[in-house]
Structure formats: structure tokens, C-alpha cells
């Protein structure tokens, strides 16, 4: 199994970022697809879940309205478009599949004028 994150940079607060997440080595179709992120000396925290089914999707309250997952089976990949960027959004940002504890490398997001 394989997660690859990218798209992270920096920005500007109101500006926005699309993640990527490629897949590799499982059902990519067959499995709820996360975006975690974890900021300097804070918790690994949860921000987005799409299902594999019927692509339903959850956000923590403080990136609703302003996040959106989604994903590409055919591409095998997941996708966290971040808008309305804050700094305190600022963090690595890692995907991870609910096909067992398998973690990317994550993508640096810094978010600051």
C-alpha cells in the first residue's frame, strides 16, 4: 500500500490549495478515503472523510464550508480542496485509508501573509 500527498505550498490567508492523494496497492474503490493534518506541536487531527459508498462526506467543524473532499476511483485518487485558507490551517497534511494504517508522507500547508 501506498499514499502519496501533494500540493501543498504556501499561501496567502484567503487563498486556496487542492491536495492530491495517489493510491497504490489496495481497492482504492472499496475503502472511505481521510485527510488528517497535524500543525506544530499539536495532535494529529481529523478533517475530512468520503465514503466508498455513495461519497458521502464528513468535516471537523472548524474547516466546514470551506473544505471539500472528494475522489476519482478510476484515478485512484482522493482530493481535499481547501479554500478560504486561514493560518491556522497551516499544518502537514496527511490522507490515510481506512484499508488499514497506512500513512503518506504528508504535504506541508502554510498559510501567512
Known amino acids: 500500500v501506498q499514499l502519496v500527498e501533494s500540493g501543498g505550498d504556501w499561501v496567502q490567508p484567503g487563498g486556496s490549495l487542492r491536495l492530491s492523494c495517489a493510491a497504490s496497492g489496495f481497492a482504492f474503490q472499496n475503502y472511505d478515503m481521510k485527510w488528517y493534518r497535524q500543525a506544530p506541536g499539536k495532535e494529529r487531527e481529523l478533517v475530512a472523510i468520503?465514503?466508498?459508498?455513495?461519497?458521502?462526506?464528513s468535516y471537523v467543524s472548524s474547516v466546514k464550508g470551506r473544505f471539500t473532499i472528494s475522489r476519482d476511483n478510476a484515478k485512484n485518487t482522493a482530493y481535499l480542496q481547501m479554500d478560504n485558507l486561514k493560518p491556522e490551517d497551516t499544518a502537514v497534511y496527511y490522507c490515510h485509508t481506512s484499508a488499514g494504517d497506512y500513512w503518506g508522507h504528508g504535504t506541508q500547508v502554510t498559510v501567512s501573509s
Open positions: 468520503i465514503s466508498s459508498r455513495f461519497d458521502s462526506t
